[in-house]
């Protein structure tokens, strides 16, 4: 079945360590995104990407890299300068660049530093 | 910018009730418009949209008009079941440069048996 898959589920990081989480796709999109929701705030746009080997910053990006190596991948990995990453990150895909298209969404990974 | 506003605070009702949630947008251009349904501990699920003014998207009982004169995509379902209760996200895209989808800070639905 077609579908995003993200991995881990459940991460579990301490302060100052880096952490990847994983976004894989076999819908054949071109474009992926990386969203992070927290209580009352709705979902924040961190990167996304339209291509393989390029990407953008969203709205809040400080503290998180990206990578676009195959057009299947979109890891994200939170590194030690976000201050705050204790979310909920959902991963998504989109084919194209039409308005039209909806996106697909994986399970999300809910990350917790301790 | 683009940016999509969505009716403050959860809402809770009896089954077999009237539900709306009132979603409002700011867009260059003609967006296209979606209505996502998400259940606890999961991802985001599209559940209607709507791509030009005066369409109406429906599924699984629920519908939402885009009416471009008021800039509106309210949801809204007739009889509404405990399986409805979940988090609700209203989100256009217009398109333009980088496609990006924007979405409103969503509302809780509770449904009381």
């Known amino acids: 079945d077609g579908g995003i898959t993200q991995s881990p589920k459940y991460l579990f990081r301490k302060e100052g360590q880096n952490v990847t989480l994983s976004c894989e796709q076999n819908?054949?999109?071109?474009?992926m995104y990386w969203y992070r929701q927290d209580p009352g705030q709705g979902l924040r746009l961190i990167y996304y990407?339209?291509?393989?080997?390029?990407?953008q910053k969203g709205d809040i990006a400080e503290g998180y890299s990206v990578s676009r190596e195959k057009k299947e991948s979109f890891p994200l990995t939170v590194t030690s300068a976000q201050k705050n990453p204790t979310a909920f990150y959902l991963c998504?895909?989109?084919?194209?660049?039409?308005?039209?298209?909806?996106?697909?969404f994986g399970q999300g990974t809910r990350l917790t530093v301790v | 910018g683009n940016s999509v506003t969505q009716m403050e605070g959860p809402v809770t009702l009896s089954e077999e009730a009237f539900l709306t949630i009132n979603c409002t947008y700011t867009?260059?251009?003609?967006?296209?418009l979606f209505w996502y349904v998400q259940y606890p501990g999961e991802g985001l699920q599209l559940l209607l949209k709507?791509?030009?003014?005066?369409d109406k998207g429906s599924n699984k009982g629920f519908e939402a008009t885009y009416r471009k004169e008021t800039t509106s995509f309210h949801l809204e379902k007739g009889s509404v079941q405990v399986s409805d209760s979940a988090v609700y996200f209203c989100?256009?895209?217009?398109?333009?440069?980088?496609?990006?989808?924007?979405f409103g800070k969503g509302n809780q639905v509770v449904v009381i048996p």
């Open positions: 990407s339209q291509i393989v080997n390029d990407f």
């Open positions: 998504a895909s989109r084919t194209g660049t039409y308005k039209n298209t909806e996106a697909f």
């Open positions: 819908l054949n999109h071109d474009a």
């Open positions: 709507a791509t030009k003014a005066d």
């Open positions: 989100a256009l895209s217009d398109g333009e440069g980088n496609n990006r989808l924007a």
């Open positions: 867009a260059t251009g003609y967006p296209s």
